[in-house]
């Protein structure tokens, strides 16, 4: 059976770029691998490929519910050269059905200023970072030393590098993995808010991914993601649709009257989201 999504008026396949943000233990690894499960089902060729920050994908593996799955394949990354290189092996094998995550990008801008902080403490100091704990206490002054006159545009570049040129572009599909902050409330001197552009996307919703800011603005579809239990102690979520750039699509949540929305209860996210909100196509 094909799983296909649905088509833009020049006739193309959509290409999803989905980001799924929550507090931890959410479930949304539970979610990508039951979009795998529904491919493999059904008879898919889709292929499921992750780039993760931790073991969580060999715990959820041994699920019974997964473990037998031949469509998932991931690798497990610590450095953010490992996530470049992971990127540039999927970007490789991706095909139009395939998907691609990771798990958790934030994570993943993390690794590019941990970077940047070693090759500065390295070229400040000839020590690598994990060494220089006696020249910290030596000074007493830690935004002296070993970093001193933090340049952001080598980071933000490494990073977009990963963002842009292996994430957003490319064929097959995304579901991108964030934790959440919540939003933060203009202080009386009104020195202290959240810019503008972020309480337009995500106010209704109270809180907003978490990790480098550009993010929000780069992929179609953000969703918050709360884990709850279903039917049997059956795993499910309340998700609320943060932002929809497909304007075709119902926005997920309940607005309630100060004009915040609550999610909506939701047990299977390729039913429910994919096929029920976003028009994809069993045949």
Same mark, same amino acid.
């Given at each position: 059976?094909?799983? !296909?999504?649905?088509?833009? $008026?020049?006739?193309?396949?959509?290409?999803?770029?989905i980001?799924?943000?929550? $507090?931890?233990?959410?479930?949304? !690894?539970?979610?990508?691998?039951?979009?795998?499960?529904?491919?493999?089902?059904? /008879?898919?060729?889709?292929?499921?490929y992750?780039?993760?920050?931790?073991?969580?994908?060999?715990?959820?593996?041994?699920?019974?519910? @997964?473990?037998?799955?031949?469509?998932?394949?991931?690798?497990?990354v610590?450095?953010?050269?490992?996530?470049?290189?992971?990127?540039?092996?999927?970007?490789?094998?991706? !095909?139009?059905?395939?998907?691609?995550? =990771?798990?958790?990008?934030?994570?993943?801008?993390?690794? !590019?200023?941990?970077?940047?902080?070693?090759?500065?403490?390295?070229?400040?100091?000839?020590?690598?970072?994990?060494? =220089?704990?006696?020249?910290?206490?030596?000074? /007493? =002054?830690?935004?002296?030393?070993?970093?001193?006159?933090?340049?952001?545009?080598?980071?933000?570049?490494?990073?977009?590098?990963?963002?842009?040129?292996?994430?957003?572009?490319?064929?097959?599909?995304?579901?991108?993995?964030?934790?959440?902050?919540?939003?933060?409330k203009?202080?009386?001197?009104?020195?202290?808010?959240?810019?503008?552009e972020?309480?337009?996307?995500?106010?209704?919703?109270?809180?907003?991914?978490?990790?480098?800011?550009?993010?929000?603005?780069?992929?179609?579809t @953000?969703l918050?993601?709360?884990?709850?239990? /279903?039917?049997?102690?059956?795993r499910?979520?309340?998700?609320?649709?943060?932002?929809?750039?497909?304007?075709?699509?119902?926005?997920?949540?309940?607005?309630?009257?100060?004009?915040?929305?609550?999610?909506?209860?939701m047990?299977? @996210?390729?039913?429910?989201?994919?096929?029920?909100?976003? /028009?994809?196509?069993?045949?």
């Amino acid at each position: 059976m094909a799983i !296909t999504p649905p088509r833009m $008026p020049n006739g193309n396949l959509i290409k999803e770029r989905i980001g799924v943000y929550g $507090p931890p233990d959410a479930g949304k !690894t539970h979610m990508f691998f039951t979009l795998a499960k529904w491919h493999h089902d059904l /008879g898919s060729k889709a292929r499921f490929y992750g780039i993760n920050t931790d073991t969580s994908w060999d715990v959820l593996y041994c699920n019974p519910e @997964f473990s037998s799955l031949p469509n998932i394949e991931w690798t497990e990354v610590l450095y953010f050269q490992e996530y470049i290189d992971a990127a540039k092996k999927y970007h490789k094998m991706l !095909t139009p059905e395939d998907w691609l995550s =990771v798990d958790l990008m934030p994570m993943g801008w993390s690794a !590019t200023q941990n970077e940047y902080a070693r090759i500065l403490t390295k070229s400040k100091s000839g020590k690598k970072l994990e060494d =220089v704990g006696d020249l910290w206490e030596q000074t /007493g =002054v830690l935004d002296e030393y070993p970093i001193k006159g933090w340049d952001w545009g080598m980071p933000n570049a490494r990073y977009q590098s990963l963002a842009n040129n292996y994430i957003l572009m490319g064929p097959g599909h995304r579901f991108l993995m964030y934790g959440e902050k919540k939003l933060l409330k203009e202080s009386e001197s009104g020195r202290t808010k959240e810019a503008d552009e972020v309480t337009e996307i995500f106010g209704h919703v109270g809180y907003k991914p978490d990790g480098q800011k550009d993010d929000p603005f780069r992929y179609h579809t @953000f969703l918050r993601v709360q884990g709850i239990y /279903g039917k049997g102690g059956k795993r499910a979520h309340k998700v609320t649709t943060a932002k929809e750039r497909w304007g075709n699509r119902r926005r997920l949540g309940v607005t309630m009257q100060n004009n915040h929305t609550r999610g909506e209860k939701m047990e299977d @996210f390729f039913l429910e989201y994919l096929v029920g909100v976003a /028009g994809w196509q069993m045949s």
